[in-house]
């Protein structure tokens, strides 16, 4: 079945300092993929998403492109700020085969000290 | 415009109770997902409901259980609960399954002791 694989954390930067987290997934059709964030205490936010080869998706600094030939979506940030600390979650969902059923990686959790 | 909505925000039950969670969907949405989030885990598919019916399931088993009413709202019963249970359950709305984007509520902290 379709499965992400994302870098395990805890991941721990300083301030202004570059971020990447890598994912990848398999999947038997052509999945959308998503990067959602978890604040501490809180439910799920989309951060950001591409629903086709090539695409990149990008939002709040943050962006990740869609490898096809890599099966991989990685996360990447210029400069975190503390307030990006956060559980990160990719994931994917293929409309072809369920709709809107997403299926989540384990999440990285990543802390950003001043 | 109201978000997803989710009731109640913690419940503590005991082994063997049932419990029911709520979900109002975003507005204008008419699909409803659930999802069980286990502490330090990624949000596992439980099923989802459209025309209030299960339209899919996840690898749940029967004391999973749900409703959807027709105003799009949702309610997760789960019975004769195992101390397994407790996760925080999360509840996802979106437009006729398709829309390749959820909404997801601030989700319910379940705690079976």
């Known amino acids: 079945g379709d499965s992400v694989t994302q870098m395990e954390g805890p991941v721990t930067l300083s301030e202004e300092a570059f971020l990447t987290i890598n994912c990848t997934y398999t999947?038997?059709?052509?999945?959308?993929l998503f990067w959602y964030v978890q604040y501490p205490g809180e439910g799920l936010q989309l951060l950001l998403k591409?629903?086709?080869?090539?695409d990149k998706g990008s939002n709040k600094g943050f962006e990740a492109t869609y490898r096809k030939e890599t099966t991989s979506f990685h996360l990447e940030k210029g400069s975190v700020q503390v307030s990006d600390s956060a559980v990160y979650f990719c994931?994917?969902?293929?409309?072809?085969?369920?709709?809107?059923?997403?299926?989540f990686g384990p999440g990285t959790s990543l802390s950003v000290i001043p | 415009d109201a978000g997803v909505t989710q009731s109640p925000t913690h419940l503590i039950k005991t082994r063997g109770q049932q419990v029911t969670l709520r979900c109002s969907p975003k507005?204008?949405?008419?699909?409803v997902s659930w999802y069980q989030q286990a502490l330090g885990q990624g949000p596992q598919f439980i099923f989802q409901?459209?025309?209030?019916?299960?339209?899919q399931r996840g690898n749940f088993p029967d004391r999973f259980s749900g409703h959807q009413f027709p105003n799009y709202s949702s309610e997760l019963n789960v019975n004769a609960l195992l101390l397994g249970d407790s996760a925080l359950y999360l509840c996802?709305?979106?437009?006729?399954?398709?829309?390749?984007?959820?909404?997801f509520g601030p989700g319910t902290r379940l705690t079976v002791t």
């Open positions: 409901y459209y025309e209030e019916e299960e339209r």
């Open positions: 591409a629903t086709k080869a090539d």
């Open positions: 507005s204008g949405h008419d699909t």
């Open positions: 999947a038997t059709g052509y999945p959308s």
């Open positions: 994931a994917l969902s293929d409309l072809e085969t369920s709709y809107d059923k997403v299926i």
């Open positions: 996802a709305s979106s437009f006729g399954g398709l829309s390749y984007e959820q909404y």
